[in-house]
């Protein structure tokens, strides 16, 4: 069983910056597509970036796009989200999530798709 442990989460003014972090358990780190959902109230979780088993590709949507970064060590265990320029609609629970794939494969975007996930960390941003 994989667990996954976030942090790095908090209250920032609008235009601030926060990185998260996300640590697994277990030695198959590196055969995971990461990924970073958030969940407003009253909202879906969505899908706002990911990267492969290398963090060689990411991907990201339309809301977040220039403004977070995705990284991954896999010697730490450990994925990231940079987020920098950060407005008032960032607000939400963010939670990290990752899945066993193979070389090659379309990295997962929704939830559904993936297997483990981490406890969520609130990030509140204010105007």
């Known amino acids: 069983q994989v667990q996954l442990v976030e942090s790095g989460g908090g209250l920032v003014q609008s235009g601030g910056s926060l990185r998260l972090s996300c640590t697994a358990s277990g030695r198959t780190f590196s055969t995971y597509a990461m990924g970073w959902f958030r969940q407003a109230p009253g909202k879906e979780r969505e899908c706002i970036a990911t990267?492969?088993?290398?963090?060689?590709?990411?991907y990201y949507a339309d809301s977040v796009k220039g403004r977070f970064t995705a990284s991954r060590d896999n010697a730490k265990n450990t994925v990231y989200l940079q987020m920098n320029s950060l407005k008032p609609e960032d607000t939400a629970v963010y939670y990290c999530?990752?899945?066993?794939?193979?070389?090659?494969?379309?990295?997962?975007?929704?939830?559904?798709?993936?297997?483990?996930w981490g406890q969520g960390t609130q990030v509140t941003v204010s105007s």
């Open positions: 999530a990752g899945r066993y794939i193979g070389l090659g494969v379309r990295i997962p975007i929704t939830a559904s798709e993936y297997t483990y």
């Open positions: 990267i492969t088993r290398t963090g060689l590709a990411t």
